[in-house]
Nanobody
């Protein structure tokens, strides 16, 4: 079994920053892609950012230039630095890990008020 433990969510004002972390543990094979997705009530889960084991990153257009994804392969941990947060970034953020099985974290709430 694989466990993903997320941390770092919370409530902030517009323009402030948050950093999310997600640590994977358990019966892990070789992690390939790690990433973050987000979801608001009544909408589909959408990609925020991904990063491959080689460090290649991909971002949603809405977060480019504001969010930065990174990973520590030795710790099986992925991070999401979120700067200049806006109310439209409010969502539950989910960590995603592929080894190549797909695992999801439990989600962490990010709330941005204007």
């Amino acid at each position: 079994q694989v466990q993903l433990v997320e941390s770092g969510g919370g409530s902030v004002q517009s323009g402030e920053s948050l950093r999310l972390s997600c640590a994977a543990s358990g019966n892990i094979f070789r992690i390939n892609t790690m990433g973050w997705y987000r979801q608001t009530p009544g909408t589909q889960r959408e990609l925020v950012a991904t990063i491959t084991s080689g460090g290649i990153t991909n971002y949603a257009n809405s977060v480019k230039g504001r969010f930065t994804i990174s990973r520590d392969n030795a710790k099986n941990t992925v991070y999401l630095q979120m700067n200049s947060l806006q109310p439209e970034d409010t969502a539950v953020y989910y960590c995603n890990v592929r080894d190549p099985r797909i695992f999801w974290g439990q989600g962490t709430q990010v709330t941005v008020s204007s």
